[in-house]
């Protein structure tokens, strides 16, 4: 599967922006997908995951990012409010060719190429 990410851009703490992530293919429902991002001289980390069992988080951004899928359009989102400096960085959805939950960058086959989202303080 191909993802194509979108939505990045500069916000000021405690706005929102809302990535998109489209995927091709005709089986984006048979997929968990995610979201991880990195910083600069940060290793990527995991952000937020949908799957068949439910939407995961992590600590740092649960309660303000919110995950969704529209398997009719094969595009997963990530609605993300109350944005903090520490959230800047570049954004990256994935897919794994499995219905099971995952925070695992190493279980993701598929990558899309990044979208840069900074937060000013």
């Known amino acids: 599967v191909q993802l194509q990410a979108s939505g990045g851009g500069l916000v000021q703490a405690g706005g929102s922006l809302r990535l998109s992530c489209a995927a091709s293919?005709?089986?984006?429902?048979?997929?968990?997908m995610g979201w991880f991002r990195q910083a600069p001289g940060k290793e990527r980390e995991f952000v937020a995951a949908?799957?068949?069992?439910?939407?995961y988080y992590a600590d740092s951004v649960k309660g303000r990012f919110t995950i969704s899928r529209d398997n009719a359009k094969a595009t997963v989102y990530l609605q993300m409010n109350s944005l903090k400096p520490e959230d800047t960085a570049v954004y990256y959805c994935?897919?794994?060719?499995?219905?099971?939950?995952?925070?695992?960058?190493?279980?993701?086959?598929?990558w899309g190429q990044g979208t840069q989202v900074t937060v000013s303080s």
């Open positions: 949908i799957s068949w069992s439910g939407t």
């Open positions: 994935a897919a794994r060719t499995s219905t099971w939950y995952s925070n695992r960058s190493t279980d993701f086959s598929s």
């Open positions: 293919g005709r089986t984006f429902s048979s997929y968990a």
